[in-house]
């Protein structure tokens, strides 16, 4: 036993328990010896001693080890940052503050206090972002005006497309927004790329025209496909030799809206697929991951976390890839048309 483990309760009790059985065991030993040598009447509490210690082991098992081992394993998915793991709804606690203390975490993770704190974390990260934005514009709209006395009506369209990119993107960051409003934005994302790109690039919106109207109304958080379409080309078809082909799929199928962004670009191997649908599963644990998938601009990982935040863990980002044949993500939201239908709307600037 490592000494340093012996400073936890539950170590120390593994000992004590494993010291009692032994000495049961001892015990049940000298009895069996001089029952067979000379006593046989210590046959009965021999055979009554067995039986007693065999109750004592099950009842040890079933009511105490089971349960610690099914709360140590909460613990351990809470800590590797699965929110849904249930910590505090545990009918097995090791004292009763313990208890008391899994609630209380409980109900500030389900809080508005939590809500806040990420929302003013969003709120700093924007106005980092910002630049003076105003600033950002009138200089954008000087260049596109300087541009087209000159006659470069290519740079006049990119920088109109830039600023207006710029617009949508830094105002009112954590409203909700309509899928037609999105889908405008990913194609003047899409145009800007375009310049960049050329022939390269091609883009095509998907939507069964009688579904359309409807899924075109529907509201989802600010920025949910852009990102994703981001991605796409930086680390998908960026990375391939000949025409990349980028698809957005959009389809209500019940209450859910489901939208599938895709490439056939160069994919990603069996483990990277993994670990990026692992840390979309971890939104917990992500919340404060500053890791290198910002890289693409939004990070996947940040668009699920919004998701989760305002509609909850059963919605949210899927990835399927394969090498050489592309990538598909998979964004599952509630179908809703109102910003009242959100079940955390504290999470609302």
Not at 286 to 298: L, N, V
Request: charged share 25%; glycine share 6%; net charge negative.
């Amino acid at each position: 036993m490592n000494r340093d483990k012996i400073r936890f309760l539950s170590y120390r009790v593994l000992i004590l328990g494993l010291g009692t059985g032994l000495l049961l065991l001892v015990l049940l030993l000298i009895l069996l010896f001089f029952a067979v040598s000379a006593e046989r009447t210590l046959f009965v509490p021999f055979f009554i001693g067995t039986a007693l210690t065999i109750l004592l082991i099950w009842g040890a098992v079933i009511w105490i080890i089971k349960p610690y081992y099914r709360m140590e394993n909460n613990f351990r998915l809470f800590l590797e940052g699965y929110t849904t793991s249930n910590v505090s709804g545990n009918d097995e606690q090791i004292t009763p503050s313990g208890e008391l203390m899994a609630e209380r975490l409980q109900t500030i993770m389900n809080s508005a206090e939590l809500l806040n704190m990420n929302k003013r974390q969003a709120q700093y990260l924007a106005l980092q972002n910002q630049i003076n934005p105003h600033f950002l514009y009138n200089t954008l709209e000087s260049i596109r005006s300087e541009a087209l006395l000159s006659g470069l009506v290519s740079v006049a369209d990119m920088t109109e497309a830039l600023a207006g990119f710029f617009r949508y993107t830094i105002s009112k960051v954590e409203n909700l927004v309509s899928v037609e409003e999105e889908l405008q934005n990913c194609e003047t994302y899409f145009k800007i790329q375009q310049y960049r790109f050329g022939e390269r690039l091609q883009l095509v919106v998907e939507c069964e025209e009688e579904d359309k109207e409807e899924i075109y109304r529907c509201r989802i958080p600010k920025l949910t496909m852009q990102p994703i379409l981001e991605n796409s080309i930086i680390h998908g078809t960026e990375c391939k030799l000949g025409v990349g082909h980028l698809k957005i799929v959009l389809e209500k199928i019940g209450k859910r809206l489901m939208i599938r962004i895709s490439d056939d670009g160069v994919g990603m191997d069996t483990k990277t697929l993994a670990d990026m649908n692992e840390k979309l599963q971890k939104s917990a644990k992500a919340f404060s991951a500053q890791e290198s998938e910002t890289k693409g601009g939004i990070a996947l990982i940040n668009v699920n976390n919004r998701i989760h935040l305002l509609f909850g863990e059963e919605y949210g980002l899927h990835v399927y890839s394969m090498p050489d044949v592309g990538t598909d993500v998979e964004i599952i939201l509630p179908a809703i048309s109102s910003d009242r239908e959100i079940p955390n709307k504290e999470a609302l600037g």
